[in-house]
């Protein structure tokens, strides 16, 4: 069984859609970056503990921490929601 994807029908002088999936690394760079921030936050409380760096530095690095914590949890739902669904379909 052969399987080739469907490709819409093109306008003379119009770019071809693409159907290249998108960078597989897209989900993993997001969850690195979030890695960063929660570091970057760390060490923030660490210095204000050490009583090197001042509060509100603190303050602003530990609420960057929780929104991308915040969004990337998000991101997690939505793909395993999209998964359920892709799985739940009866072929």
Known sequence: MNVEPL????????APVSTALPNAGTFGD???????????????????AAHRGGLQEMVVERARADIALQIAAAGVQRVTQGLQTLLGMQI
């Open 30 to 48: 997001l969850v690195d970056a979030a890695g960063g921030v929660l570091a970057k936050a760390d060490a923030a409380e660490r210095a204000f």
């Open 7 to 14: 490709v819409p029908d093109v306008a003379p002088g119009e």
